[in-house]
């Protein structure tokens, strides 16, 4: 499913009845609005932003990063602040902006977070690292 197609679900499951009413509410032109359904324009990540929240869904759902349309909407603050080890997954998205979005599950919540490129490359080396490890130890059993 492209984003256009995941915008026109999400828009006539919110209730919004037309394409003006949603550009309306987004702050663009209806022909925008028709052309990122129609799958022949994408949204920048300012509209996505925009989109998500006015869709109750997030970017990297409408992106096609995340299969999952109910994490918590972009700009949120974090379900919780709970420090734990029981991670469930992590997804780091990449966003046009060099900076990306690291998505968890603890405890049956999911906690979103918008971090800086720098960060992207932290926690990509982290993880890389990880894997390594895994990797290493898989192969010696």
């Known amino acids: 499913m492209g984003i256009g197609d995941k915008i026109k679900a999400l828009r006539k499951k919110a209730g919004i009845k037309n394409q003006e009413k949603l550009a309306e509410l987004v702050g663009v032109a209806r022909q925008t609005v028709c052309l ?3 799958n022949i324009f994408t949204p920048d990540l300012g509209n996505m932003e925009k989109l998500a ?3 109750g869904t997030t970017v990297p759902y ?7 349309p109910h994490g918590i909407p972009f ?5 919780s602040e ?3 080890h029981d991670i469930q997954y992590i997804i ?4 046009a902006r060099n900076s990306g ?5 603890v405890a049956n919540k999911i906690i979103r977070y918008e971090v800086n490129e720098e960060r992207v490359k932290l926690i990509k ?3 890389d690292q990880a894997w390594d490890k895994i990797e290493r130890v898989s192969s010696e059993t």
Not at 62 to 68: E, F, H, I, P, T
Not at 92 to 95: G, Y
Not at 101 to 105: C, L, P, Q, V
Request: aromatic letters at 4%.
């Open 36 to 38: 990122w359904e129609r």
């Open 53 to 55: 929240e006015v869709l």
């Open 62 to 68: 409408l992106s096609g990063q995340s299969d999952n």
């Open 75 to 79: 700009g949120q603050t974090p379900v």
């Open 82 to 84: 709970e420090k734990s």
């Open 92 to 95: 780091l998205s990449p966003t």
């Open 101 to 105: 979005i690291i998505e968890r599950k």
């Open 125 to 127: 080396n982290i993880l």
